[in-house]
C-alpha cells in the first residue's frame, strides 16, 4: 500500500488530495525507502518458507512494485492483477503449510472476484485523476457505465457463489450463517455503486471483511 502510495503521488493530488504525501504529512522519499524496508523484510521472511509460497511472494512483491508503473494503466489488466493479489493471500497461506487444493482455489477465485468488483468501482471513482495522470483505465477506455455493469455483475456472479464453500464441504454451518450479513451489504453496496461509486466501494470494503470473518468462522464449525 505504501508504494502504491509512492507512485500515486501526482494522481492522489486531484483524486484523494487528503492522502499523507499529497497533504504533506510524509515524504515521498520516506514512503519509498519504508515500502523498501518492508519489502526486504516480506522477503528474507518468505525464504523461511516452501519453495511455492517463496516463489508466490516474490511474485507478488514484484507485482506490487510494477502495478502502477506498468499495470493499473491498462484497461482491465491493472483490475486482474489486484485480484490477483487479493485471493493471493489463500495461495500462499496454503502453500506455506503444503496444504494448496481444490478447496483453496475457490476461496482464492471467490476473493478475487470480490476484489476485481471493488478495484473496479474504484476506478470508476478515481476517473478524473487517473485521466489526469494520463491512466487507460477501464472506465476510461469503454465508459462508465459499461464499466459499472460489469462491476455488477462480477459482485452478482460473487454472491451466486458464495454458498460453494458450504456446498463442497470447505466450511460449517457457521459459515452460511455468517456470510449471509456479507451478501447483503454487498448488495447494497452495488446498488449504492450506481449513483455513487465512492460509498458503494467504500461499502463493499466491510462486505469483505465480514466475509473474512465468516471463513474463519466456517472453519472452526467444521473443526468443532
Not at 487528503?18 to 515524504?27: F, K, L, N
Not at 475457490?106 to 476485481?116: D, G
Request: hydrophobic share 55%.
Amino acid at each position: 500500500m505504501a508504494i502504491n502510495d509512492y507512485f500515486d503521488r501526482d494522481i492522489d493530488r486531484i483524486n484523494d488530495p487528503e492522502r499523507p504525501i499529497p497533504r504533506g504529512a510524509v515524504a515521498p522519499r520516506t514512503v519509498l525507502i519504508f515500502s523498501l524496508i518492508l519489502f526486504a523484510i516480506a522477503g528474507a521472511l518468505a525464504l523461511l518458507l516452501s519453495r511455492l509460497a517463496t516463489a508466490i511472494a516474490v511474485v507478488n512483491l514484484v507485482a506490487l512494485i510494477m502495478y502502477t508503473e506498468l499495470f493499473k494503466g491498462l484497461p482491465g489488466v491493472g483490475n486482474l492483477l489486484v485480484s490477483y493479489l487479493g485471493g493471493s493471500t489463500f495461495l500462499f497461506g496454503a502453500a506455506a503449510v503444503s496444504q494448496v487444493n481444490t478447496p483453496v482455489f475457490v476461496l482464492f477465485l471467490l476473493a478475487a472476484l470480490s476484489t476485481f468488483a471493488r478495484e473496479l468501482i474504484k476506478d470508476i471513482e478515481d476517473i478524473e485523476g487517473d485521466r489526469e495522470g494520463g491512466m487507460k483505465t477501464l472506465p476510461i477506455t469503454i465508459g462508465y457505465r459499461p464499466s459499472l455493469l460489469i462491476a455488477l455483475v462480477v459482485l452478482l456472479i460473487a454472491v451466486l457463489a458464495s454458498p460453494i464453500p458450504y456446498l463442497i464441504g470447505i466450511f460449517g454451518i457457521a459459515y452460511l450463517v455468517l456470510v449471509t450479513p456479507a451478501i447483503l451489504v454487498t448488495i447494497y453496496a452495488g446498488y449504492l455503486s450506481v449513483d455513487d461509486p465512492s460509498v458503494g466501494q467504500s461499502i463493499l470494503k466491510y462486505a469483505m471483511y465480514i466475509s473474512a470473518v465468516a471463513f474463519i468462522g466456517g472453519r472452526i464449525s467444521l473443526l468443532l
